[in-house]
């Protein structure tokens, strides 16, 4: 299996073990555990958790979309429970495991941080470009964690930045950045852990179908203290204006104006993206969203007159681009007509579809089509 399948932040490389103690010596060896998840043919899965003495039922059970089911596990050897899930479809998958009714983390699989907690997933191999986000024989970049102070909450924040893979070797030259936001429930490292964004950046790179850029990602729970803004979404765009543009265009070798800046994002970092471009179009020219709906007025902006009118829109944006997987319904639908409406009278809007719900595999296809359109 390929490292990036079970790269997480807790490893890089699996090192699972149990120590076993010998009977002449005090030292012990290392025995491998079984892997959480082992893909069979077929959309077959063996999945397997260590349990505890006092395990009676161990469940687990998927997060709906492309795994939808609970599946039960029986006692197998060695303290293994195990099962087989069948009609498990290619791509990412969050599940719960429960023992006695109870959820439990299992050490077997690999963590990722979704719905505002640890949670265990699973690759399975394949889906529409399935080298996409494997760690490949390629040129690798950066990624870095940087901190920075913030103007509404007073705190610091960190902030996580994929540099392309020749930028300590150019020193002179500079890149466009895309500002790159996590789901609600998830956080900034969401795009590096379970997006793989710095893989496909690298591997498209190689390919030579995209330009090179910087990626950073930010914490999207931006709140002012004393509860003005949006309750739901907060003002991270604020935050992006005032803090983090600065800083990054101060401690990186950017291109330092609106054609050069792009912001994208999933679920809530797709309206935090479509609120944030909208509201300060002096800062950026380039906006994607991806499974999180499109809206021309919201707070504070209104931009009903340009998606009229091609001559406003091509003025105001060098990319705007739209995705949805195909089984998020209706909100697929829902964009794809409403963007073929824009494209009829010459408005430029791109729409963007794929096999695919809520998750991952959507996201990682959307983040592809959106960076090859970008800084062109």
Same mark, same amino acid.
């Given at each position: ?116 907690? !640890?949670?265990?997933?699973? &690759?399975? #191999?394949?889906?529409?470009? /399935?080298? +996409? =986000? @494997? ?28 540099? !392309?893979?020749?930028?300590? &070797?150019? #020193?002179?030259?500079?890149? /466009?950045? +895309? =500002? @790159? ?196």
């Amino acid at each position: 299996m390929n490292q990036a399948y079970y790269s997480y932040p807790l490893f890089f490389d699996d090192v699972h073990k149990e120590l076993i103690w010998g009977d002449r010596s005090k030292t012990g060896a290392y025995k491998p555990l079984r892997q959480g998840a082992e893909i069979l043919p077929e959309g077959r899965v063996r999945l397997n958790f260590l349990a505890p003495e006092n395990a009676e039922t161990i469940t687990v059970k998927g997060w709906g979309g492309s795994m939808p089911d609970t599946y039960e596990l029986k006692p197998d050897q060695d303290g293994y429970w195990s099962c087989v899930a069948e009609n498990i479809r290619d791509g990412f998958h969050y599940c719960d495991f429960y023992v006695n009714g109870v959820k439990t983390p299992n050490i077997l699989m690999p963590y990722g941080y979704g719905a505002f907690s !640890p949670a265990n997933f699973f &690759e399975v #191999p394949g889906g529409i470009d /399935p080298e +996409l =986000y @494997l760690l490949r024989d390629v040129p690798h970049g950066t990624v870095r964690m940087c901190l920075y102070p913030c103007t509404m909450t007073g705190k610091t924040r960190a902030v996580w930045v994929y540099t !392309p893979p020749k930028y300590d &070797e150019e #020193p002179e030259k500079r890149y /466009p950045v +895309l =500002y @790159l936001q996590h789901g609600g429930g998830e956080n900034e490292v969401g795009w590096v852990w379970q997006g793989k964004i710095n893989y496909i950046a690298d591997n498209l790179l190689s390919e030579g179908r995209i330009k090179e850029m910087i990626i950073v990602m930010n914490d999207g729970y931006a709140f002012h203290p004393d509860g003005s803004g949006n309750p739901a979404m907060g003002d991270l765009d604020e935050v992006l204006v005032q803090d983090c543009i600065p800083f990054i265009d101060k401690k990186f070798r950017t291109v330092p104006d609106r054609h050069h800046r792009a912001m994208a994002g999933l679920s809530m970092g797709a309206m935090q993206s479509n609120m944030g471009v909208f509201r300060n179009t002096d800062y950026f020219a380039n906006a994607g969203m991806f499974s999180g709906g499109f809206r021309l007025t919201g707070d504070n902006y209104d931009l009903r007159d340009v998606f009229e009118d091609p001559e406003k829109f091509h003025e105001l944006f060098d990319v705007c681009f739209v995705a949805s997987g195909e089984q998020e319904q209706p909100m697929c639908d829902e964009l794809r007509e409403m963007i073929r409406k824009q494209t009829e009278i010459g408005v430029n809007t791109v729409f963007y579809s794929c096999p695919g719900y809520h998750e991952w595999d959507t996201w990682r296809n959307a983040a592809r089509h959106f960076m090859e359109l970008l800084f062109r």
